[in-house]
Nanobody, 120 residues
Framework: QVQLVESGGGLVQAGGSLRLSCVPS????????MGWYRQAPGKPRELVAI???????NYAESVKGRFTISRDSAKNTVYLQMNGLKPEDTAVYYC??????????????WGQGTQVTVSS
């Protein structure tokens, strides 16, 4: 099982920036994709951004041009740079990793979530 540790959330004023980080640990054969999701109170969890290994990134329409996802392959760390934050970006942000198990097959793991609050 892969564990994901997130950091970087917090409180910021509208227009500000935050950077989230997610580091996987545990035994796995390789990363298929890593991404960030978010869940606001009373709403379903939604994809924010995803970066497949060897593929192009994909973003939710609501964050295009403001958020950037990147991955350090050597460290298997994924980042989410969030600029121009808006109050509607307020949510718990979750890191997700899809990975190949050492014994074969593919699984996914979720981080514990980090709160991002944007004040107006």
């Amino acid at each position: 099982q892969v564990q994901l540790v997130e950091s970087g959330g917090g409180l910021v004023q509208a227009g500000g920036s935050l950077r989230l980080s997610c580091v996987p640990s545990g035994s796995f054969f390789g990363i298929v994709a890593m991404g960030w999701y978010r869940q606001a109170p009373g709403k379903p969890r939604e994809l924010v951004a995803i970066v497949p290994s060897g593929g192009s990134t994909n973003y939710a329409e609501s964050v295009k041009g403001r958020f950037t996802i990147s991955r350090d392959s050597a460290k298997n760390t994924v980042y989410l740079q969030m600029n121009g934050l808006k109050p509607e970006d307020t949510a718990v942000y979750y890191c997700n990793a899809v990975y190949r198990r050492t014994m074969g097959g593919i699984s996914q793991s979720w981080g514990q979530g980090t709160q991002v609050t944007v004040s107006s």
